[in-house]
């Protein structure tokens, strides 16, 4: 009876930690958290289907707040081999993952990682490969696991290559 109980109350507590995970992202309870990030009003989501595979599924970026989404790609929902790639970066002590998402001249790059003394994820905007906006995540709670945070996921590997921008 004891062994029923503990391995209901571990599903139980797993269960409230994901529903309060989906509440700090834009992602809907049966999708994946693939990214999310609060700018202090907004969120910043990378939502994922569940049955997201090398052939089937959807990711899609998302902005706004949990009350009104104000941007949101690729509409319609597609697979991410259409739109994204992934890369690691290799640091002195830690190191770093991202995820490239493509809009046009637009990309949209989230990323999470970590180093001797240093902690940063956020989203870089660039348009034509430049820069726009460097947007760090102010919400410490919402964790990305750095290099981790996208390798599990079906995307093909980013070509182009990624710095975290300095703040």
């Known amino acids: 009876m004891k062994r029923i109980v503990i391995l209901f109350t571990a599903t139980v507590i797993a269960a409230h930690a994901q529903a309060a995970d989906v509440h700090k992202s834009l992602c809907q309870t049966k999708e994946k958290v693939v990214f999310s990030c609060s700018t202090g009003k907004k969120l910043i989501s990378v939502c994922a289907s569940e049955n997201l595979s090398s052939s089937a599924g959807y990711v899609q970026y998302r902005f706004g707040t949990n009350e009104k989404l104000e941007f949101s790609f690729p509409e319609p929902k597609?697979?991410?081999?259409?739109?994204?790639?992934?890369?690691?970066?290799?640091?002195?002590?830690?190191?770093?993952?991202?995820?490239?998402?493509?809009?046009?001249a637009y990309s949209y790059v989230v990323y999470s990682g970590m180093g001797q003394g240093w902690d940063k994820q956020g989203v870089a905007v660039e348009k034509n490969g430049k820069l726009l906006s460097n947007i760090l995540c102010k919400d410490t709670s919402i964790k990305n696991n750095g290099p981790e945070t996208f390798d599990k996921y079906p995307i093909p590997i980013d070509e182009i290559g990624f710095e975290i921008p300095l703040p």
């Open 78 to 104: 597609a697979h991410p081999d259409s739109f994204s790639t992934k890369g690691i970066l290799a640091y002195s002590g830690g190191g770093a993952g991202y995820m490239r998402l493509n809009k046009g």
